[in-house]
Structure formats: structure tokens, C-alpha cells
């Protein structure tokens, strides 16, 4: 601690010398002590020590002037009588006399005053992270103390208050800014907190000045005495309006990709796209929320016609029709060439109709809409027409997602009439062998072009949505929102699964599908495909079980994976149909040749059986043993029919025994060459991304949704990311920072510039403008046969596809920054293989990611090892309070324990103690007295290991 003594002239030097003896100071001998006081403007000092001359009484000024315009604390020394309660009233932090006993005395003011600036230190830092919390995260905070009156924090004040309105000390100030709406449980709330004394955690709604709605999501506590009164309360207040939002957005997109889904369903069966229009554009309608569908075509479908007719339409309830209005017949395209131009180049009108051009207002007036969005229809490259939603209740602005799903569905529709017309045109040329061939020619081609759009088109969207959802998990939400996600990722995740049969299925079908043939040890690959379904299994009480018989060679060449998709659809159907018993599958010898032999599988189970009358069927397209409205068991009828072809794909045959009541055996058969090396090779493990990794990545991607998502996971793996929307932006960003850039994630389909064009554009430069060398990795949604091939040979080093898997898409970085030199990857991190298997690892049961700890206390490690310290403490005493209550049976006493062990659980980040402490706690206030004790058992050991490891990383703090 740095000294500044201002000593009198006449004070004894030998004392003055011994008491400063082993300090760092400096020393001015005055007559008038307050005139050395101008020299803390420079040279500063963590304390002043005056120690005036008996008859100097400027000592007084002194202690004003230090503490006032320099804010620094002061120790008053005297030799003769002087008015200790003086100093000490004027500011002073200690007064006493030069005595033998000062220099003791000066020592020990000195140590409880260098703690207490380190308790102020500490304390401010606390409160500077709390105030960069509220700002950060929306968040804010109040108290209550015993007399009734409220603090707020400025959090609070800026997520409440607005315009002219604000809080006051009364709790009551704040019911101004309450939704109408939400007024009654906003009273409940009060009523249940300040005169029940419960504990609340809840969501309501405010209206600022403006009339916007903010939705905020509340945690209270009441603190009683010990004779059960309220002594005071506090609470924290976020913002969720963003996580509102984002939900709102995921759930509508939700609902159009299922509609879209079973339109590309529909068509992969039926020609005629028309067939189905009416009811696509209803469900269309309703999953978007507005008044109006329509599809404009040009007239008779001819390509050089500049006419555009009303061709299809839904509406509302309440909307008048504008199918018959002959306005709406015959239009001049050429008169409306503003969005006349834009559609042509594949570009989206949206907007207010007030906005629009007075002729273009004049149209859409006359159908009584508000807002509308237009995107054209191409079949093929020609412009088809084009289809649009309006809203005639109030005027809107159209929501990225919203446009995007328009986009999707309209490309959709274009491939299907363009499937149709080359359909049509087969058909007509049939009179010529020549040109029936070209024709079929071209409607395979059109079909393929409409499998790789729709594989494009609904698994970007689907990217986004998991993406998505999987960001929002780590935001921290509430247990409800929690399980809203959780309801978005499965339904993204089924859709997914529905997608990938309907392409799996059109690529068999149209000789598009390939085994890809590996050697690859047997009964190692056999577990990995089969060990899921022992939990599954378990979960449905019953036991799933394999065996291997011993002639069964230990390494073979074949497809591993399409042999795991037909074992994952055979046994998946079993476990889903069996409620009791067991699922069984075995493998043994059906014939051998030379160099070859033939495997026979089967999968036995105890389950519900299929009617006689089903066996010819079940493996047909689209067909269930169960097809009634009141099945119990969802599904596509489309696995066991996968199957089958991949069965015969494999030179097998599949087949079903079954009784009703008593089980099914589906067995099957398939070829595998036989490895000339027996000898089991390990199975090679997934790299992991080197935490030493961090690059500066170059991400081009044009949808939203996926951009967001993965820039979001790639920061949080440490990396650094530029974003782009397009081909050109990317050539752009490399010229401006080139030289910076270690990686490029390319996505494969994107405006203006695609990114094999950019890839291409890159890799035959010549070294001045652009990196020659640099990695690209593509990131697409085609699944199509030749696809990678495709943006291989364009110069790209690795592929993802969507949705993308960041295991995977961390292993290419890896493989990819193989030999970069500004970047030191270990050599046993690097892969042979773009496309080698994952290898998942086990859950650990807990765990303490000090890594996320660090990274929130922003590298304060003196602050983490406090929260680290409290947590250990408040454990135990939470864990005894909670001991008490269930000794005592009282609900309210182990609810409030629980609710405390789920805060102190989210302060070191583990979630899952925090979730289901948190589930316990609302089983107490419905009163499940065993359910809760059951859970608390088994939580038990959980949250014993979570203390025993935050104690471990205390001691290494």
C-alpha cells in the first residue's frame, strides 16, 4: 500500500522513521499539512497519514479536501490533544495518538483497511457483471424489504418502463404496463407471492407506449420470519420476446413443411399434380395464417403468352372470392413490369399494397388485400406463373421464414408441373420410337431434377429447424420451453426420417442407388448398428437380444450401411409392436461358394403378429398391417418396402412368418464377399477437434436460419466466422481479407453465384487475387447420386450434407487443415476418409464443464472459485433443509429446498440436475408426496457426485 504522510515540521523524526520503517511512502514535512495535499493530482496514493504540529489546525481541511476531491481514505496522527471524534466525523478512517502503541495500532488499521478495498474491489466487480448481465441478457431484478417498498434495478427499468411511464417504490406501479389480458393472473400472482408467501416462477405479457406486446418470463421468492410472516421478497425479470418469436416462427414453418411433405409425397405417386391442389392450398393457408392462396398461370400454358389468368384459389372464411372476377382473367403480364422484372429473375414481391405502384395497388385492391408476397413458378427455366398469399385483416410484414417457405413451395409446385408436362410430352410422342425415347429421356431427367430440389429444398429448411432448435437449447430455457423444443427437433427429426424414405425410395426405383461394398469386420459392425435398441427395449419392458453363430466369417465385403438401415427398420418395427417379451435377432450360415457366402438373418419377436391376409402385402409401397384411422402406431408404410429392394439389391430375398397374438419372424438373406485376411482390424475411432483449433472461417450461406445456427456452433467451438450470402460475396471477402481467412464452408446452391461456380472461380485463378490452395468444404442438401462426385471434381476438399452434424462437420475441418501450415493439427487426428463413420462416445453421468464456467466468468477464476466455494456450502445446506422437510412429510418446506437446489444447480451449469430438481419441485405443489421422495432418491447420488467434483476443481482453483 503506497503512503502519502504529511507530517508537521516539529513531530519527532526517530518516531516519525520507526513507524514508516518497511513501508512505501512519501514524505512532506510541512508547518500547514493541508498544503500537501495537491500532490496526490499526480503521483496518487492508496492512503494518506497526516500528522500535524500541535498548533497547526489545518488538519481538518486536510481530511475534507482528500476525501473529496480525491476519494481516498485517511489516518490521522496527533502528538498533542486532538478531537478524535472530529476526524473520524469529517472522514476520517482511524485517529490516534503518536504513542509506543502506534505503530502497532498503524498496523492494524492498515491490514483491515487494505481487506476492506478488496471486499469494495470485488464487491464492484460484482456488481459491474451483474449490470453487464441485465443489459446482455434482457434481464432485471427487484427487492422488497420489510416496510413494503421496492428497489428496482435499471434492468428492470429498461425492460418496463417507456415513454413518460415509470416505476415507483410500490409494487403496484408496475400492473400499468400489464397486457389486459394478462391481468387476472398477473393479480393471482401478486395475491399468491404477498399474501400466501409462495414462491413463483410464471410468464406475462407487457405493452409498451408504442403497443407492442413483450412477452417476460418471472421468478419470485418470498423471505418469511421465523413465526412464518413475510419479511421481504425479491425477484428477476427476463425478456423472452426473441424466444416467443423464434418459436412462433419454428412452429408456423413446421406446419408448411408438413403440408409441402405430403404434396412431394402425393406426386412421387401421381402424375397429375392438379389432383390434389385444392386441399395442399387449404392446409397451405391455415399452416401460414392468412386470407388468401392463389396461383396465376400464363394463358393455356403457353411460354410466349404475356396473359396471366387466375388458375386456382382459397380463401377464408368471410373473404369474397376472386377466382370468377374477370379482372382477374386475361391480364396484360407486360403492364405491371416492375414485379414483372422481378419475377422473371426468380426475384420475391412482398410488401404493403399501398406501397405498389398505382397501377399494381389498383389490381390488388380490387381483391380487397392488405399486404401480399408473390413468388414465380418456373417449370423448368421458363417462367410458369406464379403463387402468392394476401392478408385482408390488417397490413403485415412478411417474415424471412415466411418468404422462404413461399420460395420452397413454389419451387416445389415448378417441379411438378414441369414433371407433368414431360409426362404429357412422353405421351404424346409415343407415335415414334425416337421420340418417345428423347421424351422419356427428359422426364427422367425432370424427375431426378425434382429429386434433388426437393431433397435440396425440404432438408435445408429442415437443417434450419434442428439448427435451430438445438441453438435455442443452450440459451437456457425454461422447462416448458424445453419441451416445446424438444417437440420441434422430433418433429423436424420425423419429417427428416419420411424425406430420406420417399428419396430413398425414388432413387431405387430409378436406378439411382448404389451399394457401396467395403471390408469391414462383422460382429463390431453388427453391434454398432444394433446396441441402440437395447435402452430403447428396456424402456418397453421387454429384452432385445443377438447371436452370432460361429461360422459366420469374422471380416466380409459388403455394405455395411445399407445392411444397417434394412437390420434398423426390421428390428425398430418389432420393438414398436411388442409390449411384452422379447425382440431376437440372429444371424448364421445360409450357403457358402468360393469367395462368398450367404448370410441368413432373423428378427423374432413376441408382439401384436399380422393378419394372413397382410403377410402378400407388408412389403408393398405405402402399405401397413395396420392402415385404420384408429391405429395406435404411426408410420409411412414405407421401411419394410425399402427393405425388400435393398434385400434384392444385396442378391437376397425377405420374408415374414406371423400369427396374430403370438409374433412375427422377418427374415431375410444376403451376399457378402469373404475377406482372404481374418485377422479383426480395429475399428478406426472419429478425430476430435483439437482445442488448439481456432480458425478464421469464411461461412457462405444464403439461408437465414442455417447461417445463424452454424455460425452460433462454430464460435462456440472457438472458431471465428465471417458470414456471406452468395458466390460473389465470397470471391469478394477473399480479395479484401484473404490472407486471414484459413477455411471456406461453402454452401453448393445459393443466388447470383452458385458455390461450385465460386469454387471453381477460386481454384483457377492464378494465385493473385484468390488462394489457390485454400480448403473448401461443401455444405448442401443434394442427396442425389453424383452429387459429391460433382463438387469434388469443382475443387472442393471434403462434403457435409445438410442437416449438418457438427461431429462431422468438425472431423472435415480437421482432415481438411491436414498439413496447412499456419495451423498445427496432431497427426492422429487426420482421417483417410471423407465419409468414415462416427463413433459416438458414452455419456459421462456428471459432469462440470469448466470450460463453459470459465468462458461466463470470463476468465475471473478469483470469482469463480467464490461461486465454486458457495455452492459447496449452500449444498449442504440445502440437502439438510431438504432432509428436514421429508422428515417431516411437509410438501411446501421440500418444494422450497428443491427450488433452491435447482438456482445453485444452474450456477455451475448442470442442467440436467437443475431439470430435474425442477420437476420435482412442481410434483410437490400437486402435492405427489412418494413421486417426489422416489425422485429425490434417485436424484441423490446425482447431485452427490456434482459436489464431490466441484470440490475437486475448488482445490485445483
Known sequence: MKLLVLAGKTVDNTVLLSLLKGREYTLSRLSTVSRGVHPLEKEGADLVLLIPDGSDSSWERAIIRVRREYDTNVIVLYEESLSENKAIELGAYDCFKLDSAAEERLGRSLFHLEQYSTLESRFIRKQGLLDWMEKVDKIGSWRMDNQGNIHWSDGIRRIVESGGRKLTKSFTSGRKFVHPEDLEVYDRANAATFDEGWSLDFEYRI?????????????????????????????????????????????RRDAVLQVLAGFADRFLREVDWEGGIDKTMEALGKAADVTRVFVFSKAHGDSDSETLSIRHEWVVDGVEPIIDNPVFKNQSFEEYSSWRKAL??????????????????????????????IVPVFAGNTLWGFMGLSEHRMERDWLPAEIESLTMAAN?????????????????????????????????????????????????????ILGMAEMMVTTGLTDEQREHMNMIRDAAGSLLHIVNDILDLSKIEAGKMELKPIDFSFRPVLSTSVRSFGPQAE???????????????ARVNGDADRLGQVLWNLIGNSIK????????????????????????????????????????????????????????????????AISRKLVNMMGGEIGVESEVGRGSTFFFTAWFGVVANQTLVEE?????????????????EDNPLNRKYLNHFLTMFGHTVTSVENGLEVLSALESKGKEIDLILMDVQMPEMSGIEATRAIRESNGKRYDRTIPIIALTAYAMKGDRERMIDAGMDDYVSKPVDMHALSDAIVRCMAGRESVGVPPHLLGKSPLRKRVE??????????????????GNMELLKDILELFVIEAEEKLEKLDAGIKEQALKKVGVALHSITNIASHVLAMDIMAQSRSLEKLCYLGKLEQVIEGIEEMRPQFAALVTLVKKEVEKL
Not at 209 to 237: N, P, Q, S, W, Y
Not at 412 to 425: D, N, V, W, Y
Open 207 to 251: 405493452l409498451d407506449d408504442k403497443g407492442t406486446t413483450h412477452h417476460l418470463h418471472v421468478v419470485r421468492h418470498v423471505e418469511t420470519g421465523g413465526d412464518g410472516t413475510i419479511t421481504g421478497a425479491f425477484g428477476m425479470v427476463r425478456d423472452i420476446s426473441l424466444h416467443k418469436e423464434f418459436e412462433d416462427i419454428l412452429f
Open 684 to 700: 478406426e475411432a472419429r478425430p476430435k477437434l483439437a482445442k488448439g483449433l481456432h480458425l478464421n472461417l469464411l461461412l457462405a
Open 344 to 373: 422473371l429473375r426468380r426475384r420475391v414481391v412482398a410488401g404493403h399494397v399501398k406501397d405498389f405502384h398505382q397501377r399494381e395497388q389498383l389490381f390488388f385492391e380490387t381483391g380487397g388485400a392488405k399486404s401480399i408476397i
Open 539 to 553: 424402456l418397453n419392458n421387454i429384452v432385445f437380444q443377438y447371436s452370432v453363430d460361429d461360422d459366420v466369417p
Open 577 to 640: 409392436f411388442t409390449e411384452r417379451g422379447l425382440v431376437e435377432l440372429t444371424v448364421s450360415v445360409s450357403k457358402q461358394e468360393a469367395g462368398r457366402t450367404c448370410l441368413l438373418f432373423k428378427v423374432r419377436d413376441t408382439g401384436v403378429g399380422i393378419a394372413q391376409d397382410k403377410l402378400e402385402t407388408i412389403f408393398d409401397n405405402f402399405t401397413q398391417a395396420d392402415s385404420s384411422l384408429r391405429k395406435k402406431h404411426q408410420g409411412t408404410g414405407l421401411g419394410l
Open 841 to 858: 462416445s458414452v455419456p459421462v453421468p456428471v459432469s462440470l464443464d469448466m470450460d463453459s464456467l470459465t468462458d461466463r466468468f470470463e
Open 412 to 464: 416445389l409446385f415448378g417441379s411438378a408441373i414441369h414433371h407433368g408436362l414431360m409426362g404429357e410430352k412422353l405421351i404424346a410422342a409415343n407415335q415414334s420410337a425416337e421420340e418417345a425415347s428423347a421424351a422419356a429421356l427428359e422426364a427422367s431427367l425432370a424427375k431426378s431434377m425434382f429429386l434433388a430440389n426437393m431433397s435440396h429444398e425440404i432438408r435445408t429448411p429442415i437443417s434450419g
